[in-house]
T-cell receptor, first 111, second 115 residues
């Protein structure tokens, strides 16, 4: 079993929809949680970074972590065609610098 | 500020050969991490270098090695290439300092094809 599991998708939504992307993790040592966006033929780009449980909002994006259920979510409001990409969740243990990634969810936002 | 650069962007090699990939981190960053991305396994951590020393290592065979220079630039070497080594190799840079982990910024990757 992978330490970080992610809904594989692919996911296709109409423009303006609210998108929910989800991951679960199994290692209780994970303390930092990230969401990366990766466009085709590009490296991952950091979107959101949270520590421990709670919500963090940045514009149209909200990251949510529930450590009690080991659940990580990313919500995208008013989705745009430019949001079409693969979204990767990642987790990091306390002082380690080794990111553990989910398998990624491919999102397509249709105009 | 310039981002992470990786060279070359594309490589084609044959089985049994060796390959060296290069990564230049963001100016001021001293930590460079390498990852392998494949459709089947996703993104997997290879190793991390900080101040010319390997600080963390993932679960890859010894054919995968790396080094870091005094200017923080890093190289990754894969010897005796296998078909399964075909992947996108990504490097990520961070300051590498502090007690807790800091943000990693990724380069565009080097796409290696092994024939």
């Amino acid at each position: 079993q992978k330490e970080v599991e992610q809904d594989p998708g692919p996911l296709s939504v109409p423009e303006g929809a609210i998108v929910s992307l989800n991951c679960t993790y199994s290692n209780s040592a994970f303390q930092y949680f990230m969401w990366y966006r990766q466009y085709s033929r590009k490296g991952p780009e950091l979107l959101m970074y949270t520590y421990s449980s709670g919500n963090k909002e940045d514009g149209r994006f909200t990251a949510q972590v529930d450590k009690s259920s080991k659940y990580i979510s990313l919500f995208i409001r008013d989705s745009q065609p430019s949001d079409s990409a693969t979204y990767l969740c990642a987790s990091l243990k306390g002082s380690a610098r080794q990111l553990t990634f989910g398998s990624g969810t491919q999102l397509t936002v249709l105009p | 500020k310039a981002g992470v650069t990786q060279t070359p962007r594309y490589l084609i090699k044959t089985r049994g050969q060796q390959v060296t990939l290069s990564c230049s981190p963001i100016s001021g960053h001293r930590s460079v991490s390498w990852y392998q991305q494949t459709p089947g396994q996703g993104l997997q951590f290879l190793f991390e270098y900080f101040s010319e020393t390997q600080r963390n290592k993932g679960n890859f065979p010894g054919r995968f090695s790396g080094r870091q220079f005094s200017n923080s630039r890093s190289e990754m070497n894969v010897s005796t290439l296998e078909l399964g080594d075909s992947a996108l190799y990504l490097c990520a840079s961070s300051t590498g300092q502090g007690i807790f982990a800091d943000t990693q910024y990724f380069g565009p990757g080097t796409r290696l094809t092994v024939l």
